[in-house]
């Protein structure tokens, strides 16, 4: 009997979670785990090493291999056989986001925001109560805004 495998760390929910071929559907859609879906950003978009990849989702680096082989693996085949990619589930974590406070530097985590739950620009830092901050990421900044675009903005992607 196979041992459960670890949690992969993700770094946020994905913008969308369909995709639909044009015309004619070649079947039934092919299932995408969120994990399987960030180790494709990771590798592929970000073009990070697999030691870096594995590492950033906290998993062992043949781990990682065997999750960005399978997810590889099912956007070919939906591409090829005109399929729709269905994005869901998995066996993963969602990471904390990191913020630096601009006024006085102070770096803190806050757990990944929910449906109705507080982005990045709504938070103070906790130390002086400053609104203005930075979100880290790998170490590094981004500027957290206050603007939303059609449901999405902020520092959370929501």
């Not at 590798?43 to 082989?69: N, V, W």
Request: charged share 25%; net charge positive; with cysteine.
């Amino acid at each position: 009997m196979a041992r459960q495998r670890c949690c992969g760390l993700i770094a946020g929910e994905p913008i969308c979670r369909k995709f639909f071929p044009q015309g004619e559907s070649g079947g039934k859609p092919v299932i995408v785990q969120l994990e399987e879906l960030e180790a494709v950003r990771l590798k592929d978009i970000k073009d990070y090493e697999q030691a870096i990849c594995a590492s950033l989702m906290g998993l062992s680096r043949p781990t990682f291999q065997r999750i960005l082989h399978s997810a590889r693996i099912k956007i070919a085949t939906a591409l090829v056989e005109g399929r729709a990619i269905m994005i869901e589930g998995g066996n993963y974590i969602m990471k904390n986001r990191v913020f630096e406070c601009v006024e006085c530097h102070h770096v803190w985590e806050e757990v990944p925001c929910t449906e109705g739950g507080k982005h990045g620009y709504e938070i103070a830092c906790p130390q002086c109560g400053s609104m203005k901050k930075m979100k880290l990421e790998n170490g590094v900044k981004h500027a957290c805004g206050g603007q939303q675009h059609q449901g999405h903005g902020g520092c959370c992607g929501h």
